[in-house]
Nanobody, 117 residues
């Protein structure tokens, strides 16, 4: 079973940056999909960024140009660099892994990002 542990959340001022990291307990090299999702208070969980088959990268329109997803196969980590943060980026950010296209989705427990002055 894939286990995911997020880190890097915290409090940041508007316009600031944070880097989230997700460590997996298994080899991520051949996983079908890796990604980050977020859930703000009172809202549904939404996609932030994903990497499909190690090649195709997708971003939510709200974060395009500000966030960058990457993966480090040697360290089995998936990272999310977040720049120019806005108060509306405040949410719990969850790491997601899907080893196979029609298989199980695995989730981390989440890390809280708060953007506030």
């Amino acid at each position: 079973q894939v286990q995911l542990v997020e880190s890097g959340g915290g409090l940041v001022q508007p316009g600031g940056s944070l880097r989230l990291s997700c460590a997996a307990n298994e080899n991520i090299f051949s996983m079908h999909a890796l990604g980050w999702y977020r859930q703000a208070p009172g809202k549904q969980r939404e996609l932030v960024a994903t990497i499909i088959n190690g090649v195709s990268v997708n971003y939510a329109d709200s974060v395009k140009g500000r966030f960058t997803i990457s993966r480090d196969n040697a360290k089995n980590t998936v990272n999310l660099q977040m720049n120019s943060l806005k108060p509306e980026d405040t949410a719990v950010y969850y790491c997601n892994a899907k080893p196979y296209p029609y298989g199980t989705n695995y989730w981390g427990k989440g890390t809280l990002v708060t953007v506030s002055s």
